[in-house]
């Protein structure tokens, strides 16, 4: 991680002092996940460096690609390259469904 990205990670204090302006956020959130103040701090920072990382809302999809599948779901040999939809509007669903 870059020197200047890492600056932005905030410090327990700073973690704290956004937990006290939050009403939403319990107190002592830690606490209810049965894990120690300084590992909450840690896992607060590690996220936040982990979201660095993350395109925003309105940047572009990474290119990539993929094979279609049938309607069983069968691999079917044909491939998919998300930027032959570029221009049009597109829905991207991520997730399990096992």
């Known amino acids: 991680m870059s020197e ?3 600056k932005n990670i905030p410090t327990a204090e700073e973690i704290f002092e956004r937990l006290r302006s939050n009403p939403a956020v319990p107190s002592q959130p830690w606490e209810g996940w049965g894990i120690s ?6 896992y607060a920072q590690d996220k936040i460096r982990r979201d ?25 040999g044909e491939m998919f390259a998300l930027s032959s939809l570029f221009g049009k509007p597109i829905a991207l669903l991520f997730g399990s469904y096992t």
């Open 52 to 76: 660095q990382g993350t395109p925003r809302e309105g940047t572009l999809a990474p290119n990539f690609t993929v094979e279609r599948l049938d309607s069983k779901g069968q691999r079917t």
């Open 37 to 42: 103040k300084e590992e909450f701090v840690k």
């Open 4 to 6: 200047e990205m890492e």
